[in-house]
């Protein structure tokens, strides 16, 4: 017998339309659209365990590409962990010794020592007569500074070595900025443009393949019968990038690339480029790990009209305690690795807010220039992004690299008078590398789709027209790039337990609650993986007794 609401249901259909039947009918199809010339198959899958992981990965990075903001996309990066990813640590207050081919293979770098690109050259020659122009302001500027200024702050004896570097050059590269800017607006218009950012966020997150997998991964693939033979599998190790600089400029418009720009051409097998092939886990370099959820920020939220880099000014105060853990002296090497690792990380960012990400390859170069510096030494730096691909086996099979080129380190000055507050042995070169970095001028793009993987209307979040869609992705977002610490503990396997449960079973008549005597993986749970929030009976917008009990989630989906 028919339920009651099964029978007003019926009824409903068969009456729709002011009681009007509703009928549907299709043609037949023809017969030339169920035959072909040619016969046509379904593509053959290859069904072993390595081709079905390949293509789940294929699919996940599609979809992050077909997702309509940044937001999303760099939500989704996070989506598979719950309890975020364990990465490996890169900042700009250590860098471990011999850390340079780690950092020229995970960012996929082709370095030039010793010089700059050519298009610098006719730069310096007209940075020449603004030095002329400007040369008394800076001496002024930097006399100031650092002999006739006395910082109260520093008179603290608490503050280290390093602390006391930072603040004095934090405070040299102000006032510095603030004089280039001044005194160079008038001839070149984009500097009054500019965005400037004091101790800026800059972070970032990307795969990177062809390594060999941790001994814990190791262990349990040897441990299962069918995947012993894959034990030895290259593993896709993940690297976050966290640095603070001084300083960092940003413009609407993007540099001009300085090797150029089609991509491509690029192969660094013609071109005969070497890029050092690291095969080591990185913790044996002292990079560790630190469980945490994937962030990518270059300093600014999405939507910010100054999206693309001028120029940053990086901390080198780590040298300041270089020789504690290092027992040879690599300090040049160091800085090039330190240079690569933060420039690469601010370009990236910037591409992951154009729509690309460590899965989803660029369509044009982006370039940046970088400035390592403790006001008195200082070096230059200028990097060109021109792939983010280096996950799973792109190290082998992306013929694209990036480039970067960078000075020695130079002496801005000799040394300065105690008793006259003079400055003495200035060097030329140093300002004019300076003054031609400001007078780079970006250009807008000329017939390129800056945007060719984000929704035309829905470019950021705050786009979103569903406001339920839009409220529950900004503060999802939001909450994972702070990675602040959750309110409860992550599971783990207690060291008691490892001994009276797991290797010695002297509790069989327990009950089995945890997620290890349930052979439970924890770390496999996905971020969508929780209970929804309940609505209570008294704010439910269609009555106590309605329905939904519990709110909906909008988690990062294809729409488009």
């Known amino acids: 017998m028919l339920s009651q609401t099964f029978r007003h249901g019926l009824r409903a259909v068969l009456h729709r339309h002011h009681g009007a039947r509703t009928l549907s009918a299709r043609s037949l199809p023809q017969q030339q659209d169920e035959y072909t010339a040619e016969?046509?198959?379904?593509p053959i899958q290859e069904l072993s365990f390595r081709a079905k992981k390949v293509r789940e990965a294929a699919q996940w990075h599609e979809k992050i590409r077909q997702l309509s903001s940044v937001e999303e996309k760099l939500l989704e990066i996070n989506m598979p962990k719950y309890y975020g990813y364990k990465a490996h640590m890169i900042s700009d207050g250590k860098v471990p010794y011999n850390a340079l081919p780690l950092a020229q293979y995970a960012t996929r770098t082709h370095f030039v020592e010793g010089q700059l690109p050519e298009v610098y050259g006719k730069l310096e020659a007209d940075a020449k007569v603004?030095?002329?122009?400007?040369?008394?302001?800076?001496?002024?500027?930097?006399?100031?500074?650092?002999?006739?200024?006395?910082?109260?702050?520093?008179?603290?004896?608490?503050?280290?070595?390093?602390?006391?570097?930072?603040?004095?050059?934090?405070s040299l590269l102000r006032a510095l900025n603030r004089v280039l800017v001044n005194g160079l607006s008038g001839?070149?218009?984009?500097?009054?443009?500019?965005e400037q950012d004091f101790d800026p966020r800059h972070e970032a997150f990307w795969f990177v393949g062809g390594m060999p997998p941790p001994s814990l991964v190791r262990k349990i693939k040897e441990g299962v019968e069918w995947q012993?033979?894959?034990?030895?599998?290259?593993?896709?190790?993940?690297?976050?990038?966290?640095?603070?600089?001084?300083?960092?400029?940003?413009?609407?418009?993007?540099?001009?690339?300085v090797a150029g720009d089609d991509l491509a051409t690029l192969d660094y097998r013609k071109d005969n480029v070497e890029i050092p092939v690291f095969k080591y886990d990185p913790i044996s370099l002292g990079y560790h790990t630190e469980q945490?959820?994937?962030?990518?920020?270059?300093?600014?939220?999405?939507?910010?009209?100054?999206?693309?880099?001028?120029?940053?000014?990086?901390?080198?105060?780590?040298?300041?305690?270089?020789?504690?853990?290092?027992?040879?002296?690599?300090?040049?090497?160091?800085l090039h690795a330190q240079a690569i690792f933060s420039s690469y990380a601010w370009l990236f960012g910037q591409a992951c807010y154009q729509g690309f990400s460590t899965f989803n390859d660029l369509t044009?170069?982006?370039?940046?220039?970088?400035?390592?510096?403790?006001?008195?030494?200082?070096?230059?730096?200028?990097?060109?992004?021109?792939?983010?691909l280096v996950h799973s086996d792109q190290p082998e099979q992306n013929p694209r690299y990036n480039r970067c080129w960078?000075?020695?380190?130079?002496?801005?000055?000799?040394?300065?008078?105690?008793?006259?507050?003079?400055?003495h042995g200035l060097n030329d070169q140093v300002l004019l590398h300076l003054l031609s970095f400001y007078a780079n001028a970006p250009k807008p793009p000329q017939s390129i789709d800056l945007k060719p993987n984000l929704c035309k209307t829905e470019t950021r979040v705050a786009n979103i027209i569903d406001e339920k869609r839009r409220v529950f992705m900004e503060q999802n977002y939001k909450y994972r790039v702070s990675n602040r610490p959750r309110h409860r503990p992550d599971p783990e396997l207690y060291l008691w337990e490892k001994i009276y449960k797991v290797d010695n079973n002297t509790r069989p008549m327990e009950p089995k609650r945890r997620p290890f005597e349930l052979h439970q993986n924890m770390y496999r749970r996905r971020l969508d993986e929780h209970a929804p929030k309940y609505i209570p009976r008294q704010v439910r917008p269609d009555g106590p007794k309605s329905k939904p009990r519990f709110e909906a989630t909008y988690y990062p989906s294809v729409r488009r």
């Open 292 to 334: 945490r959820y994937a962030t990518t920020i270059p300093g600014f939220w999405p939507g910010d009209q100054h999206e693309f880099g001028l120029v940053s000014f990086q901390r080198r105060s780590h040298a300041q305690i270089r020789h504690t853990y290092c027992a040879v002296d690599d300090h040049q090497e160091a």
């Open 187 to 194: 001839q070149h218009s984009h500097l009054a443009e500019l």
């Open 406 to 423: 960078g000075t020695q380190e130079l002496q801005l000055y000799d040394h300065i008078d105690e008793a006259t507050g003079k400055i």
């Open 39 to 42: 016969p046509e198959y379904p």
């Open 130 to 170: 603004l030095l002329e122009a400007l040369r008394g302001e800076l001496e002024d500027v930097l006399e100031f500074e650092l002999g006739g200024y006395s910082h109260p702050e520093l008179s603290d004896e608490s503050l280290t070595t390093q602390q006391r570097e930072e603040l004095l050059t934090s």
């Open 364 to 388: 044009y170069p982006l370039t940046t220039q970088t400035i390592t510096t403790d006001g008195k030494n200082w070096s230059f730096y200028v990097y060109q992004l021109n792939t983010t």
């Open 228 to 257: 012993k033979p894959y034990a030895d599998d290259p593993y896709d190790r993940k690297f976050q990038y966290v640095g603070q600089p001084y300083l960092a400029l940003r413009h609407k418009h993007p540099l001009g690339p």
